[in-house]
Structure formats: structure tokens, C-alpha cells
């Protein structure tokens, strides 16, 4: 069973706007953290912003603040990640993971997070 299921993703042109999505099956809403991930050409998952359904906290990167924002829908039990003015730097595979049971702040901490979806593909041409 797919628990996490993130889509949304694809070409762009840079200034542009996408709205990514992680549907969450299996989770309780309020019983667990969702991570937002990009994985660039270099490999690494890089975190970008989290999102807490115990306490509405929420986390950014230096690059994702002011231009990225991180909000759910409880009764659709998904978390949203709306990316603004988006860069060609943006590009990558994004992951949403999901960190498990009552999460107070949340962090960006890639080890973190348990039970990760598959990855959605953004590309932002210049």
C-alpha cells in the first residue's frame, strides 16, 4: 500500500508557480510530520520545509523562505507545498517523508523521517 503519495511536479518556467501535494494514507492527521525533500543532479536530499499536523509548525530552508509555503488539508489528510517564483536552482526530484507520531516542532532533519513517498520531478527553465 502506497502511503505517501506526492505529485504536482513538472516544467516551469522560472518566476513561475507549483503547487506540490502529499496525500497521506494509513496516517492519522495530528500523529505525524511531513518533510519536504529535494533531491538536485548531485544526489544529495536536501531539506526544504516540514510541516507538523500535531502543532501546525512549520520549517523552511534559507532558499524556500518567503518564496515557498507548507499548509495541509486535514480532511483530505495531504500536505501542500506551494512553491513561488520558483529558480532554476529549484530543479530536482522532491520527496515528501513522513516523521511519525506527535512531532513538536518540526525539523528538516532528513534521518528524521521514517516512510518516505516517491518523488515528483521539478523543472524550472531560465
Known amino acids: 500500500e502506497v502511503q505517501l503519495q506526492a505529485s504536482g511536479g513538472g516544467l516551469v518556467q522560472a518566476g513561475g508557480s507549483l503547487r506540490l501535494s502529499c496525500a497521506v494514507s494509513?496516517?492519522?492527521?495530528?500523529?505525524?510530520?511531513i518533510g519536504w525533500f529535494r533531491q538536485g543532479p548531485g544526489g544529495e536530499r536536501d531539506g526544504v520545509s516540514c510541516f507538523s499536523t500535531s502543532d501546525y509548525s512549520t520549517e523552511y530552508s534559507d532558499s524556500a523562505k518567503g518564496r515557498f509555503t507548507v499548509s495541509s488539508d486535514r480532511a483530505k489528510n495531504t500536505v501542500y507545498l506551494q512553491m513561488n517564483d520558483v529558480k532554476p536552482e529549484d530543479t530536482g526530484v522532491y520527496y515528501c517523508?513522513?516523521?511519525?507520531?506527535?512531532?513538536?516542532?518540526?525539523?528538516?532533519?532528513?534521518?528524521?523521517?521514517?516512510?518516505w513517498g516517491q518523488g515528483t520531478q521539478v523543472t524550472v527553465s531560465s
Open positions: 494509513t496516517f492519522t492527521f495530528g500523529r505525524y510530520a
Open positions: 517523508a513522513a516523521r511519525l507520531g506527535s512531532v513538536i516542532g518540526c525539523r528538516t532533519i532528513r534521518v528524521e523521517y521514517e516512510v
